[in-house]
């Protein structure tokens, strides 16, 4: 069975500083993961996404992702935050195609 | 192009009432998922809708909660005698699902339906 676990359900960061949201996996298959990201009032939107090859993926507004299968871990991360990163982000796992989500990690940028 | 669309956006209604939602997925997409996101709880998978298969129905949470999709275009989830836990954010995605069978599809998610039973 498939699960996924997001590690904080808040990170607060300093505009400018790394970003760096946790995600571990469970996955009876090889997995394939997503990075989601929710602006309020607003669906998902995909930032990323791992199938094969190259474990570190890039994805839009500057995100990146590196798949550990040591570590059962998908971990996002951005080098430099902005104010507009502010947002609800979500880790998933996919083995049958219907994904399971974590519970989101709020990410909250201060000036 | 247009993405994938809601409505109403917003839904207040009494306990025991029967409520429609309704989601217009991108043209073209075959596949179809309902979603309920409450509260700190995440993304719960309700049901999945693909071409004129049998749709997964395996996360309804009851039987009062059914789906339908007509003409392989809008779905339409309803929920009978709500009650207050069902008070969430439903949320519609739909995919290309070429890739029907790697998983690799992505997801194109509506602003979602804020449901409210007092």
Redesign the interface.
């Known amino acids: 069975a498939q699960s996924v676990t997001q590690l904080g ?1 808040h990170v607060s960061v300093s505009e400018g500083a790394l970003v760096l949201l946790r995600c571990n996996y469970s996955s009876s298959v090889p997995p ?1 993961l ?1 990075w ?1 990201v929710q602006y309020p ?6 930032l990323l ?1 791992y ?1 094969t090859g190259a474990t570190l993926v890039k994805g839009i507004n500057g995100f990146e992702a590196e798949f550990k299968k040591s570590e059962t871990s998908f971990h996002l991360t951005k080098p430099s935050a902005h104010m507009s990163d502010a947002a609800e982000y ?1 880790c998933a796992v ?11 990690t709020s990410l909250i940028v201060h000036p | 192009g247009a993405g ?1 669309s809601q409505s109403p956006s917003n839904k207040v209604t009494e306990k025991g009432k029967d409520v429609e939602l309704r989601c217009d997925p991108i043209s073209g997409h075959t596949a179809l ?1 309902w ?1 309920r996101q409450s509260l ?4 719960e ?1 309700l049901i ?1 809708f693909q071409g004129n298969s049998a749709p ?1 129905k395996s996360g309804l949470p009851s039987d009062r909660f059914s789906a339908e999709r007509t003409g392989g275009s809008v779905s339409t989830l309803t929920i009978q005698r709500t009650q207050q836990e069902d008070s969430a954010v439903y ?1 519609c ?1 739909s995919s290309l ?1 070429v890739h ?13 339906t804020r449901l409210t039973v007092l």
């Open positions: 359900s394939y997503f989601y009032n607003q669906g998902l939107q995909l996404k199938t979500f996919s083995e049958s195609g219907i994904p399971t989500f974590g519970r989101g | 994938v998922y979603y700190g709880q995440g993304l998978f999945y997964d949320l995605a699902d029907r069978g790697t998983r690799t599809d992505t997801q194109y998610f509506g602003p979602g």
